[in-house]
Each structure stands twice: as structure tokens, then as C-alpha cells.
Nanobody
Framework: VQLQAYGGGLVQAGGSLRLSCAAS????????VGWFRQAPGKEREFVAA????????IYADSVKGRFTISRDNAENTVNLQMNRLKPDDTAIYYC???????????????????WGQGTEVTVSS
């Protein structure tokens, strides 16, 4: 599976962006997909994950209520709608996928086999 994340950009605090993760090579439907982000000087951290197979969607506490992960099976993409953005959301955002990951590992970036190249999000204050 090849992944490509896109949709990043510069936005003012309080604004919105929608990131997308497009898959090629395999249908996305049976894969768990996670979004992670890495701010300058910080470690990569979990943002959100979704799996249709397990029927589970989870979010990091820092984005709960502001970010929504969704799927477009027709387009073979997974989207991350980000609302009420804050300067602390500034980071490079990565999507990742795994066929075999279990729910308890969704937040563990080392459990994902496939990664996109990242898309940069900058939130100005």
C-alpha cells in the first residue's frame, strides 16, 4: 500500500483544514488508518485512528471534539477534518495504515506498516 497525505497549509487560529490520505495499490477498506503528527523538536504523536473492521474510532485527548476522521471508500481515502485549530496543532501530519493492527495498539506508531510522506500544517496565532 502506498499512502499520500495532502491538504496541509497555513491557517489562522480558529480556522479549519481537511487533510486527506490517499491509498494506492490496495483498497483501504480493510485497513486501520491512523493520523500522527510531529511538531518541531518533538516526537511523533498519535492524533486519531479508525478501523471499519473493528468499528473503532479513537482520538487523542488534545484533538477530541475538534478533529474528525472519516473515510471515502469510493475515493479510497481517509480524511481528517480539523476544526478550531490552535497554534499547538502546528506540525507535520502523517497518515499510516495497518492491516493487522489491533485496537489496543492504535496509538503506537511502531505498529503501522505503511506510512505516507507527511503534510505540513501551520496554525498562526
Amino acid at each position: 500500500v502506498q499512502l499520500q497525505a495532502y491538504g496541509g497549509g497555513l491557517v489562522q487560529a480558529g480556522g479549519s483544514l481537511r487533510l486527506s490520505c490517499a491509498a494506492s495499490g490496495r483498497t483501504f477498506r480493510s485497513y486501520a488508518v491512523g493520523w500522527f503528527r510531529q511538531a518541531p523538536g518533538k516526537e511523533r504523536e498519535f492524533v486519531a485512528a479508525d478501523s471499519r473492521r473493528s468499528g473503532t474510532t479513537i482520538y487523542a485527548d488534545s484533538v477530541k471534539g475538534r478533529f474528525t476522521i472519516s473515510r471515502d471508500n469510493a475515493e479510497n481515502t481517509v480524511n481528517l477534518q480539523m476544526n478550531r485549530l490552535k497554534p499547538d496543532d502546528t506540525a507535520i501530519y502523517y497518515c499510516a495504515a495497518s492491516y493487522s493492527i489491533i485496537v489496543s495498539n492504535y496509538k503506537n506508531l511502531n505498529r503501522y506498516e505503511y506510512w505516507g510522506q507527511g503534510t505540513e500544517v501551520t496554525v498562526s496565532s
